[in-house]
């Protein structure tokens, strides 16, 4: 198949690289000058536990996409705060056919593809693969994952189990699912609680969840998330979330593990996706006149932290 994966960074590699070994035809795309350079001297280097491979797949920016050249899979992996940007800067290499993948943390981005797609060729879900850039032109990833992914539009659901397909094809252990939204929230719910409180409080999830108060203030956030899923449709349960949640605590899995949200404030001091996730909470809670002040809070504190880390 015909890939680009737009935004190559973290986790864009990690599919790439797997898509590529598996003998698609993959582009990556990315506007980050340095990132580009090393890949193109060095190939793409991937650390996948602990052992390092290198490939040789073509990156390119936006602007440098050719003429008439179009894929059949664009797959979205920038921050959410960049998607908007990049899919306008992207639209070059897709035509009325190409499928638009989005797999990023968070809520309703689907909205925002909706802008530029045509909402037949969005797919959206989640992934709990993970990855972190050790340098520019080198990812590096962790363990297993999984992807779960549907179409947004009635009558996609071949498509979508083709595109899961070529992922499962490519080792990206993609899955089917009819209920996607509720998938999605659940994994908000962890986002929504380990990212903005692992960075505030400076520790990782096994840490965080070990602290006297850490049930507490979990079931008070993901209590938020359900209240808000509900105007839409998506019953969540709330004992359930909790427990999903919970389960990051466990120090033989990902408990030692700091949260992305923490690498990228506190780490690589960049912006945090944290409006996309707590933020979108609070701006559907006042859409449907639910009160959500524990991630209106949250909110605030982690731009305050923004504020002050990157003035
Ligand atoms: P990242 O910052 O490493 O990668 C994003 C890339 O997008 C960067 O390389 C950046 O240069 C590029 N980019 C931004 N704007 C662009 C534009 N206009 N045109 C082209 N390229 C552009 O981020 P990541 O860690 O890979 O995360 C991507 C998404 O996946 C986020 O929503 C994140 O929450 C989600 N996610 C990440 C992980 C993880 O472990 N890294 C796990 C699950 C979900």
């Not at 909205?111 to 693969?129: L, P, Y």
């Not at 189990?161 to 994994?187: Q, R, S, W």
Request: charged content about 20%; some cysteine; proline content about 3%.
């Amino acid at each position: 198949m015909k890939i680009a994966i737009a935004g190559s960074g973290a986790l864009g590699s990690r599919f790439g690289f797997a898509l590529h070994q598996a003998d698609n035809e993959v582009v990556l795309i990315d506007n980050w000058v340095d990132h580009i350079n090393a890949i193109r001297e060095h190939g793409l280097k991937m650390t996948i536990d602990n052992q390092t491979h290198n490939a040789a797949i073509p990156i390119i920016t936006p602007q440098e996409i050719p003429a008439n050249v179009t894929v059949e899979l664009l797959i979205v992996f920038t921050k959410a705060m960049q998607l908007d940007q990049m899919l306008q800067d992207v639209k070059p290499i897709m035509n009325d056919n190409t499928k638009v993948l989005c797999l990023l943390n968070g809520i309703g981005h689907e909205d925002i593809i909706a802008k530029h797609v045509s909402r037949k060729n969005i797919f959206i879900g989640n992934t709990m693969w993970t990855a972190n850039l050790v340098a520019p032109g080198h990812s590096e990833s962790f363990g297993a994952g999984s992807v779960n992914l549907q179409n947004l539009a009635p009558g996609e659901e071949n498509m979508a189990i083709a595109i899961a397909d070529v992922l499962t094809e490519a080792g990206l252990n993609a899955h089917f699912t009819e209920n996607v939204h509720n998938t999605i929230y659940l994994k908000a719910c962890v986002n929504g609680t380990m990212n903005g409180l692992c960075t505030l409080l400076d520790v990782n999830m096994a840490d965080f969840g070990a602290t006297k108060d850490a049930h507490d203030m979990v079931a008070s956030i993901v209590k938020e998330f359900a209240a808000v899923a509900a105007f839409e449709n998506v019953q969540l349960d709330v004992e359930e979330a909790i427990e999903f949640v919970e389960k990051c605590y466990d120090r033989t899995t990902i408990g030692e593990h700091f949260p992305s949200m923490h690498q990228d404030l506190i780490k690589n001091h960049r912006l945090t996706e944290i409006d996309y996730i707590n933020g979108a909470i609070s701006r559907k809670g006042r859409k449907y006149g639910v009160s959500t002040p524990y991630c209106d809070f949250l909110t605030q504190l982690i731009h305050a932290k923004e504020d002050i880390i990157l003035k």
